[in-house]
């Protein structure tokens, strides 16, 4: 069965159907929360109502924060690219992006195109060494639990410069939670049934099912522990759907656009994207839901402001 972790700036807790519990245990971050599981399922007391406590992100820093890219076929087929034929391809992001599930996105004064990317994340539990073989079966001993995650992106870095690090990596640009999501390997098993949602002010943005993705956690793992040792605590963002702001221009200008000098190219392509409403600006609030049909997994809702520099 499911058991759903908060964090606030000084404790731990175990979410429970009447309010939050909070856990005995000395663990200052999530390895050793995780490690710590006879405290977890320990936990008992006077339930305090959630909405009292101020939650900050379950994932604690600093970790390795590892990203898919173009993961859901939708998500391609906005950006041009034939889904048959995207590989697995991984980025990396600065821990240090890490925040809160109801912080406020802060805008560099130097990003005008920012935008948002809801992911599941998966946290370890335990070490991946490097050759690691994981399979369905074993998917389990190695992923402790699942959160949401928003990959936030200033894309006029990461385009011109194809700069993933430092466009995905100012602080705020991976809000993490509300709940870290424990599972079972029954409850794993229905991690194609997920559905990720994003709304922008209440507008829906994106809206899709795990269906849509292209490869899965295990096929993923399959590559990624080819070079990347993972430890308990870290984190692997698996994708977004489509629905970004971010879409490739129709395929005549793209075709025009490749035979510009790469400076009127980027000039034309920003202007625009400059008028794309769909951007975040200051003042936005971003809301984030990722849940099973029938709720029994329930990351929570992530909400979330968008601040100016």
């Known amino acids: 069965m499911s058991i759903d972790i908060l964090r606030t700036a000084d404790a731990w807790w175990v979410e429970k159907a009447d309010g939050a519990v909070r856990i005995t245990t000395t663990a200052t971050t999530t390895a050793e929360l995780l490690a710590d599981r006879s405290a977890i399922t320990a936990a008992e007391g006077t339930p305090t109502p959630v909405g009292d406590l101020e939650l900050v992100s379950p994932v604690t820093a600093p970790c390795r924060v590892v990203a898919q890219m173009v993961n859901?076929?939708?998500?391609?087929?906005?950006?041009?690219?034939?889904?048959?034929?995207?590989p697995a391809t991984f980025f990396r992001k600065a821990s240090g992006s890490i925040s809160g599930p109801f912080e406020d996105i802060?805008?560099?004064?130097?990003?005008?195109?920012?935008?948002?990317?809801?992911?599941?994340?998966?946290?370890?539990?335990a070490e991946v060494p490097v050759g690691t073989?994981?399979?369905?079966?074993?998917?389990?001993?190695?992923?402790?639990?699942?959160?949401?995650?928003n990959d936030v992106s200033a894309r006029d870095v990461q385009l011109p410069k194809t700069q993933f690090?430092?466009?995905k990596s100012y602080p705020t640009f991976t809000p993490v939670g509300p709940r870290l999501v424990l599972l079972d390997a029954a409850e794993l098993a229905r991690f194609g049934e997920l559905r990720l949602q994003t709304w922008v002010n209440n507008e829906i943005r994106q809206?899709?099912?795990?269906?849509?993705?292209?490869?899965?956690?295990?096929?993923?793992?399959?590559?990624?522990?080819?070079?990347?040792?993972?430890?308990?605590g870290d984190l692997l963002l698996t994708g977004t759907p489509g629905g970004t702001a971010l879409s490739a221009p129709p395929k005549p200008v793209e075709i025009s656009?490749?035979?510009?000098?790469?400076?009127?190219?980027?000039?034309?392509?920003?202007?625009?994207?400059?008028?794309?409403?769909?951007?975040?600006?200051?003042?936005?609030?971003?809301?984030?839901?990722?849940?099973t049909p029938d709720g029994a997994i329930d990351l929570g809702t992530q909400r979330t402001t968008v601040r100016g520099a």
């Not at 399979?135 to 402790?144: H, W």
């Not at 993705?213 to 990347?228: H, K, S």
């Not at 510009?260 to 809301?287: C, E, I, S």
Request: no cysteine; glycine share 6%.
């Open 257 to 291: 656009g490749n035979l510009m000098p790469a400076h009127l190219k980027w000039k034309t392509f920003f202007k625009r994207q400059a008028a794309n409403p769909k951007y975040l600006h200051d003042g936005d609030v971003v809301t984030l839901r990722v849940a």
């Open 165 to 167: 690090y430092e466009a």
């Open 207 to 232: 809206d899709n099912t795990v269906a849509d993705m292209i490869v899965r956690p295990v096929e993923a793992l399959a590559v990624l522990t080819r070079f990347q040792r993972l430890a308990p």
């Open 133 to 149: 073989t994981v399979t369905s079966a074993t998917l389990g001993d190695y992923v402790a639990g699942i959160v949401i995650t």
């Open 72 to 86: 859901y076929r939708s998500h391609a087929l906005d950006s041009h690219l034939d889904p048959d034929r995207v």
């Open 106 to 125: 802060r805008t560099p004064a130097h990003v005008r195109l920012l935008d948002y990317e809801v992911e599941i994340g998966l946290v370890f539990g």
